[in-house]
């Protein structure tokens, strides 16, 4: 009952910028944290940037200082602003929370369903 919908992914030049969103919607108590993950074809799924219920962020080597993770809580809503973008960032992104859902005993990870991004160069 709950699902993470994803947007904002598409073709970008290199150098270029994109804004992705995902919204969490269904019987949700609280979320713990959001976070963004990316898989690029014949690679292992790679985890991206994180922020948690108090806002704190963390990002991996790979795209610290290019680009930005920011919540909407009153939405439920996760963002990643992806600026100054490389090729090696194509991949598929997906949307990650971690939130108790109500009438459950426990927090768990649910997952979007991807959303592509293609930086040409």
């Known amino acids: 009952q709950v699902r993470l919908v994803e947007s904002g992914g598409g073709l970008v030049q290199a150098g270029g910028s994109l804004r992705l969103s995902c919204a969490a919607s269904g019987s949700i108590f609280s979320i713990n944290a959001m976070g963004w993950y990316r898989q690029a074809p014949g690679t292992q799924r790679e985890w991206v940037a994180v922020i948690t219920s108090g806002g704190e962020t963390n990002y991996s080597d790979s795209v610290k200082g290019r680009f930005t993770i920011s919540r909407d809580n009153a939405k439920n809503a996760v963002y990643l602003q992806m600026n100054s973008l490389r090729p090696e960032d194509t991949a598929v992104y997906y949307c990650?929370?971690?939130?108790?859902?109500?009438?459950?005993?426990?927090?768990?990870?649910?997952w979007g369903q991807g959303t592509q991004v293609t930086v040409s160069s």
């Open positions: 990650n929370a971690n939130l108790f859902a109500l009438g459950t005993r426990g927090s768990r990870d649910y």
